[in-house]
Every structure is written in C-alpha cells, then in structure tokens.
C-alpha cells in the first residue's frame, strides 16, 4: 500500500507563488501515476495536473502556463509548483496515486488560499 502526505499549502496574495509538496511512503514502486486534484467550498474535486513515472504530464485548461507538476525519481514526492495565483485558485488541494490494479490512494489536502 501507498501512503500520502501533502504540505506547503497557505495564503498568498494574488498573482503570488507557492509550492507544494506530497510525500509517498510505502510500497512506491507500484505507484504509475500521481496528481493534484482540488475542491473548492461548495464545488465538485477537480483535476488539478498529473505526473506519470515515465514523467507525462497533464494538466486542467484553467493552470496551464502557471502551474507546474514535477517529481522525484523514483517517484516518492510529487510537486506542484503555483505561480500567477488567483483567487479561484483558492481550494483544498488533494495528492493521488494510482497503482498497480489500478488503486486509487489520496492523501488528506492541504489549504491553499489566494487572497485578492
């Protein structure tokens, strides 16, 4: 099993950058993917970017050009490094990891908050 642990999230201004990190603990050679997801009060989780081992990324329409997911090698840590911030960007931001048979693992959020 997999075990995820998020930190560095805060408050930044607007147009401000932060970085945060999720740390993989266990069984991290199962991992093939990892991603950033997040949940705004009121709204739907959403995806945010992800990473494969082999270092593909994807990302949402609404980051691109700002946000960057990068990682480790081998893959126990996955950043997301935030520039450019808005206020919508304000959300519990959620680490996963997608392992062998296709196991979903998530960690448990960190609070990012743009202030305007």
């Known amino acids: 099993q997999v075990q995820l642990v998020e930190s560095g999230g805060g408050l930044v201004q607007a147009g401000g950058s932060l970085r945060i990190s999720c740390a993989a603990s266990?069984?991290?050679?199962?991992?093939?993917?990892m991603g950033w997801y997040r949940q705004a009060p009121g709204k739907q989780r959403e995806l945010v970017a992800t990473?494969?081992?082999?270092?593909?990324?994807d990302y949402a329409d609404s980051v691109k050009g700002r946000f960057t997911i990068s990682r480790d090698i081998p893959m126990d840590t996955v950043y997301l490094q935030m520039n450019s911030l808005k206020p919508e960007d304000t959300a519990v931001y959620f680490c996963?990891?997608?392992?062998?048979?296709?196991?979903?693992?998530w960690g448990q959020g960190t609070q990012v908050t743009v202030s305007s």
């Open positions: 266990g069984s991290i050679f199962t991992i093939n993917r």
């Open positions: 990473i494969t081992k082999g270092g593909t990324t």
């Open positions: 996963n990891a997608l392992t062998w048979g296709s196991r979903l693992t």
